[in-house]
């Protein structure tokens, strides 16, 4: 009868990360490679050299404006 039958435990395949001896070195570098690309700062977008050079030009214009109004 299943009915007095007790449930056995189950049974799990867990090994932690720390035992885990699998990874070669050549795995290791395509695995860091994967892992490197998703930081929090991977969306930090760097200035380009065309925004720069726009932003020092509307500067200068600003400054020779500026310095013709002081003469007048």
């Not at 001896?21 to 570098?29: E, G, R, S």
């Not at 050079?53 to 400054?63: F, K, P």
């Amino acid at each position: 009868m299943s009915l007095f039958q007790q449930r056995k435990n189950k049974r799990f395949n867990y090994i932690p990360r720390h035992l885990k001896d699998t990874q070669k070195d050549d795995d290791l570098k395509s695995h860091w490679e994967s892992v490197r690309g998703q930081g929090k700062h991977k969306k930090r977008r760097t200035i380009s050299l065309p925004v720069l050079l726009v932003v020092l030009g509307m500067i200068i214009a600003l400054w020779f404006i500026l310095t013709h109004y002081e003469k007048s």
